[in-house]
């Protein structure tokens, strides 16, 4: 009689992650209504108990690494959980590795970036090796040889863990090495060397600060050439079956991501294959890059979806002061705050999606718009990931603040893709070069923002004082954070304005255009119809 539980939200469990209306509709938009029924499967599979379990488990038991066995011999193996290799498992099975390139028809990669965007709710930790391995065929396709001897790995369906020849497996993954102790983000200053062998392979030696998915198969790694920095293939098991010279030093102890092992490597005369040109490895790697950087503005806006609906399902089942918490004004304001913004980048991305696959097939109008879109997205979606998590984790008050609610585990995770793949200077500064060097790629996006022209005057407005900031000239480094958070807002805007309901384009204009928003989530101005903005999002 001491324990009676009532008034606690019930598990969240038994549902379809894909039922998103934004994600769905811009599905439709962007050429991928084909995939709805895998989307859905998909969805389906993630809102299982089963699934959320596999998500708990392999982050409450990280990888280790095992550097010898045990009688002394140097093996360099990377111990995962049973439920790591589940999330693997179904997300190599539906495609969200490198299988769109194998694809021929429109949406291919609109389709893969929705299944990416469902399925990191469930744990993000895996998608690393999993957006790795998409990423590398965009960099291998600077050597047609190795592309045509390694695509059909990498686009293959079926996971195939463990260190063996790569000809004898029935699928392989793709990591990446480019950072070391001294650069960081500035790659040349690279000290790692490739030494050709006078048998079209190289030598490399030096290190890796960070090293991801250590894992797998096969790494695209930068090295000083003869000719300058340079890519390269390096795989971790040679073709005669003996281990490369690839040693794993130690494991990162990560503040999130702690299901996923990153790690730091040294090179001892490791074996690798040239990817393009000697001295170019910068440009070739950079198509790798591009297309991670894609998946950090999935994973963010899969993240900000996660809590947002774990918010939202919370404050249907909890009573405070005799009404359900979602009932009550501030919380209402709060939680449609919180939706406008998860819808907002939810639509960035699948417009970005979606001009990635036009731009694959050859359009070169939507080729110069993924210049500066996806630059002002990773920006600003990463950007705000970190404040939504902690906004939706705040909705369910103490419980949130507790591990079994997994709102910890998504704040902790949350701030990872505005780093991944250049953090936030770093991305902003792509902007300005992007708007600088490329007067084609801003002339596509201006002819995006057009799209919406006279549809609402506050987004007018914005695009016409973002004409005149970008105008000026003076002092475009420095102001590359505002420029780039500019460029996101009324890029969002008029995607909203276009797409989104009304109750949700004129919340977004009302607050992020308009001046009329205060300084944290839930202060929404007044004469807003959030009524709409909130039974869109709470149909579970």
Not at 247 to 258: A, F, W
Not at 374 to 392: F, M, P
Not at 491 to 514: E, K, T, Y
């Amino acid at each position: 009689m001491t324990h009676d539980v009532f008034n606690q939200a019930p598990p969240l469990t038994g549902h379809d992650v894909s039922d998103d209306p934004a994600l769905i509709e811009g599905v439709r938009r962007e050429d991928a209504d084909w995939a709805q029924g895998e989307l859905h499967r998909l969805g389906t599979l993630a809102g299982s108990e089963q699934a959320q379990e596999w998500g708990r488990l392999a982050n409450e038991h990280p990888p280790v690494l095992r550097t010898h066995d045990r009688y002394g011999h140097r093996i360099d193996e990377v111990e995962f959980h049973p439920s790591w290799h589940e999330l693997m498992s179904v997300a190599v099975s539906n495609g969200l590795h490198a299988s769109p390139w194998a694809a021929a028809r429109p949406g291919a990669h609109v389709a893969r970036a929705a299944k990416f965007y469902v399925w990191s709710q469930v744990e993000a930790g895996h998608g690393c090796p999993i957006s790795m391995t998409y990423a590398a065929v965009a960099a291998l396709r600077h050597s047609p040889a190795l592309a045509a001897e390694w695509e059909p790995l990498l686009a293959s369906r079926s996971y195939d863990p463990g260190l063996r020849p790569p000809t004898g497996k029935r699928g392989v993954l793709a990591g990446m090495a480019m950072t070391e102790k001294q650069g960081g983000s500035d790659v040349r200053a690279n000290t790692t060397t490739a030494t050709p062998l006078g048998d079209g392979t190289y030598a490399l030696t030096g290190h890796k600060w960070f090293n991801s998915a250590p894992m797998c198969d096969m790494f695209l790694v930068l090295a000083q050439a003869k000719a300058g920095l340079s890519c390269f293939l390096l795989p971790r098991v040679l073709p005669d079956g003996t281990r490369n010279a690839m040693r794993l030093m130690r494991l990162k102890d990560k503040l999130g991501n702690r299901s996923n092992a990153s790690a730091e490597v040294e090179y001892d005369g490791a074996v690798a294959w040239l990817v393009g040109e000697e001295g170019r490895g910068l440009r070739t790697i950079l198509e790798m890059v591009n297309m991670t950087r894609l998946d950090c503005v999935i994973g963010s806006a899969a993240g900000m979806r996660y809590g947002l609906t774990r918010a939202l399902h919370h404050a249907r089942h909890r009573e405070a002061f005799g009404r359900a918490l979602a009932e009550q004004p501030l919380m209402r304001n709060l939680l449609a705050d919180l939706a406008v913004e998860s819808e907002a980048a939810t639509a960035l991305m699948i417009r970005v999606a979606g001009a990635t696959d036009k731009a694959i097939r050859g359009d070169r109008a939507e080729s110069a718009l993924r210049r500066t879109a996806l630059a002002v997205a990773k920006y600003w979606v990463c950007r705000r990931a970190t404040g939504h998590a902690a906004e939706s984790l705040e909705c369910l008050g103490g419980n949130g603040y507790v591990e079994e609610s997994q709102m910890p585990r998504l704040f902790r995770e949350s701030p990872l893709n505005g780093i991944w793949e250049g953090s936030g200077n770093v991305a902003a500064l792509d902007v300005v070069r992007a708007i600088s060097r490329e007067p084609e790629a801003l002339d596509a996006f201006f002819a995006e923002v057009t799209q919406a022209a006279g549809a609402d005057r506050r987004l007018d407005d914005a695009a016409d004082r973002l004409r005149k900031s970008l105008g000026d000239p003076h002092d475009m480094e420095s102001r590359a954070r505002r420029l780039a958070e500019d460029m996101a807002l009324v890029l969002q805007g008029s995607l909203l304005v276009r797409h989104a309901p009304p109750a949700v384009a004129d919340a977004f204009c009302a607050s992020r255009l308009s001046g009329d928003w205060g300084r944290a989530y839930g202060t929404l101005p007044p004469g807003l119809d959030l009524d709409s903005i909130l039974s869109r999002c709470m149909g579970r």
